[in-house]
């Protein structure tokens, strides 16, 4: 491994989303990942679901995706457009993602509701 394969690798360990565009996240991760000289399937998705901000991991990982790194990139991206569609829905009020499980277990615990 020569020192620009550990320095990818470090800075690919070290790479998160931070709430970037999924699209974003993923092109950087992918030349990391690749000047790594990174193959090993299991490996390669355990970073990327590492990296990506916790709320759209969660929703990522709710998916089951397949063992293969393209479909977590496509999880990932569909719940960022169901993240992006709420905040349409909701007038742009929430300044950050809204927590769907959350709003969920609120509104099926509210006595009000029915």
């Excluded at 991206?77 to 992006?84: A, L, M, Y």
């Amino acid at each position: 491994m020569t020192i620009c394969d550990r320095d990818a690798l470090q800075q690919l360990y070290a790479l998160k989303q931070l709430l970037r565009p999924v699209d974003e996240y993923v092109s950087e991760f992918r030349v990391f990942a690749t000047c790594a000289g990174l193959t090993d399937v299991s490996q390669l998705i355990h970073l990327f679901r590492q990296g990506l901000d916790s709320d759209l991991a969660i929703q990522a990982i709710r998916q089951e995706p397949d063992n293969n790194l393209q479909a977590w990139i496509e999880a990932a991206k569909q719940e960022e457009e169901i993240i992006c569609m709420e905040r349409i829905y909701l007038g742009g009020k929430q300044a950050k993602r809204p927590n769907r499980i959350l709003a969920k277990e609120k509104h099926y615990t509210n006595p009000n509701w029915l």
